[in-house]
């Protein structure tokens, strides 16, 4: 049953673990399936060679028994030799190392140019620069992953909670050359999403170990620790920036060079992308956004406000260390920072007046008692972000 209750519980039904290679590209090279096989309640075991998807199913071993506790239990003594050839080697200790030796250059790619920032910055009377970053990072949604799925031949019916549907449709009609109208999906609303249900490799896993195990009901159930190391991740990222004061300690001057992952080289992964509009880049009459994409295997996906969850905090507390080295309030910083009132095309993300945007800070500021004495070991902040 899940959490709601549901009795999940078909017919014949096993209960299914599968193990994936740590690192993404892994294969299995050898396992104690004979060993698995005879422990208590399981029914069976077996390499899944997988289509080599990481977003479908990727090389593994599978493990079969008459409860989730039997598999578990038998998931632990699994002992399994991965051939890691052409398997990830990505670092976060490499990545960070060679960010912070990019961080004094320009990026590879120009994203936004406005005025001339070289003049302006060096031309300033007092220069700001600070490098940030934030780690890769995992949904840890309510439930691990997890589905029942049952193989019949020419079609299948499957139960997950997920936020994509029609995405098991179709990756379930591929797999196994079927029409989609033969995949019947039971959309369960319970686990929790928060972007990690946007892919569905563990209902495409139930799918194949069903199919593999001879058309039989299998409802898989991922671990906590396989939820956590086989995760879509939010990105990390880095941000290397520079600002200009002029001797009023007016904003005059703001680069960033953006540095993100890209799985192919032409585009950043998903949820490490910037685009031109990002704020506060339309305010800034000598502005230079750069990026430059680092290697990555890694899967990344959408994670609650992608993009936003991460450059919000780097740009926002960045301009607060501005407003600091300019001995500066910060709301009044922020409203100079809006100018007059007017409309600014913001892409995809919509429109932002900066009347109303400085009608909300001076209304944040009042209902918080900006400015008002604090005991001691306290502070207030704020930041605005669009």
């Not at 039997?70 to 399994?80: E, G, M, P, Y």
């Not at 490098?131 to 949904?139: D, G, I, L, N, T």
């Not at 600091?324 to 922020?334: I, S």
């Not at 913001?346 to 604090?374: M, P, Q, Y």
Request: glycine content about 10%; charged content about 20%.
């Amino acid at each position: 049953k899940s959490l709601f209750g549901i009795d999940l519980k078909v017919p014949g039904m096993v209960y299914a673990t599968f193990t994936k290679c740590p690192a993404v590209g892994g294969k299995v090279a050898s396992a104690n399936l004979d060993h698995i096989k005879s422990l208590p309640g399981v029914t069976d075991a077996f390499v899944v060679e997988g289509n080599g998807q990481v977003s479908e199913v990727m090389p593994g071993v599978a493990i079969l028994a008459n409860s989730t506790w039997a598999a578990f239990r038998a998931k632990s003594a699994l002992q399994v030799k991965w051939d890691e050839s052409a398997a990830s080697k990505d670092s976060w200790k490499a990545s960070s190392a060679k960010a912070r030796e990019l961080a004094s250059k320009v990026g590879e790619q120009e994203i936004v140019k406005s005025g001339d920032f070289s003049a302006a910055y060096q031309g300033a009377a007092k220069k700001v620069e600070a490098f940030y970053s934030y780690p890769f990072v995992a949904h840890a949604t309510m439930e691990p992953q997890n589905c029942l799925a049952h193989f019949k031949g020419d079609s299948v019916e499957i139960w997950a909670g997920t936020q994509t549907p029609e995405r098991i449709l179709a990756v379930t009609a591929k797999m196994l050359g079927i029409a989609e109208n033969q995949v019947t999906v039971h959309q369960m609303r319970a686990g929790g999403g928060v972007g990690r249900r946007l892919v569905n490799d563990y209902a495409a896993e139930a799918v194949a170990i069903s199919k593999q195990a001879g058309g039989i009901p299998v409802k898989l159930t991922w671990t906590r620790e396989d939820d956590m190391q086989h995760d879509f991740y939010r990105p990390g990222g880095f941000h290397s920036f520079k600002a200009g004061l002029d001797a009023n300690g007016k904003l005059v001057a703001l680069s960033d060079h953006f540095i993100t992952f890209s799985s192919d080289g032409k585009g950043p992964v998903a949820g490490g992308n910037i685009p031109k509009e990002e704020f506060p880049f339309p305010l800034i009459a000598n502005g230079l956004l750069t990026q430059t994409m680092l290697p990555l295997m890694t899967p990344c996906g959408a994670w609650r406000a992608p993009r936003s969850s991460t450059v919000a905090f780097a740009f926002q507390s960045f301009l607060n260390e501005v407003s600091t080295a300019a001995g500066r309030d910060h709301v009044e910083f922020l409203l100079e920072l809006m100018g007059e009132p007017r409309w600014l095309v913001e892409g995809n993300d919509g429109s932002l007046n900066t009347g109303r945007a400085a009608g909300v800070i001076r209304l944040a500021a009042e209902k918080a008692g900006w400015g008002r004495t604090l005991p001691k070991g306290h502070g207030l902040g704020i930041a605005f972000y669009f």
